[in-house]
Every structure is written in structure tokens, then in C-alpha cells.
């Protein structure tokens, strides 16, 4: 059974950090590309980091560069997001995601929020 759990959100203050977590199991980690969105209140999902399967590459949305650094360890079969001076509209639900192979997985979120 496929399972993305996040863990490491929670309530930080302006220009604060977090490094979120998730752990996954019941596929081949490795080998796919992975992916951390987010969904603010009223908004749609929005990509906000990606990695690829041997953590060489990464790309980031606009507003996140500099200041969100998304990783991966394929032996402990985790994804990392390290957010860093942290705004307030930072503030949403964090998804992990894997990709690839016809396959599309979600986790069920952790909530950031971040106060101003």
C-alpha cells in the first residue's frame, strides 16, 4: 500500500523556519521524480518544489527560490522541504507528491502557518 506521511508543520512566526518531512513507503522511492505543493485557504494547489529521482536536479516556483530548499534521501526513502524566512502567505497545506510511471500519489498534507 502506497503511504506519503508529512510531518513537520505547525505555527512559526515571520521570517522563521521549518523543515518539513515525508516519509514514504509501498513503492520503489528512487525511482520516481518527487514534488512538494501547497493549498492556501480559498486558493488552488500550487507546485512549489521539485526533485528528481537522484536529488541532482531541482526546480523551484518563483516565489519560493532562495528561500525553500527541497531534498531527498532514497535510503531512508524521505523527501525534505527546508523553508527558511517564512511569510505569512507562506501559510497553507503542504503535500508531498510522486510521480511517474502512470502513477500520481498524494499525501494527505501538514499545515503551516505562519504569523505575522
Known amino acids: 500500500q502506497v503511504q506519503l506521511v508529512e510531518s513537520g508543520g505547525g505555527l512559526v512566526q515571520f521570517g522563521g523556519s521549518l523543515r518539513l518531512s515525508c516519509a514514504a513507503s509501498g513503492f520503489t522511492f528512487m525511482r520516481y521524480a518527487m514534488s512538494w505543493y501547497r493549498q492556501a485557504p480559498r486558493k488552488e494547489r500550487e507546485l512549489v518544489a521539485v526533485i528528481t529521482t537522484a536529488g541532482d536536479i531541482t526546480y523551484y516556483a518563483d516565489s519560493e527560490t532562495g528561500r525553500f530548499t527541497i531534498s531527498r534521501d532514497n535510503v531512508e526513502n524521505t523527501l525534505y522541504l527546508q523553508m527558511n524566512s517564512l511569510k505569512p502567505e507562506d501559510t497553507a497545506v503542504y503535500y508531498c507528491?510522486?510521480?511517474?510511471?502512470?502513477?500520481?500519489?498524494w499525501g494527505k498534507g501538514t499545515l503551516v502557518t505562519v504569523s505575522s
Open positions: 507528491n510522486a510521480r511517474g510511471y502512470g502513477m500520481d500519489y
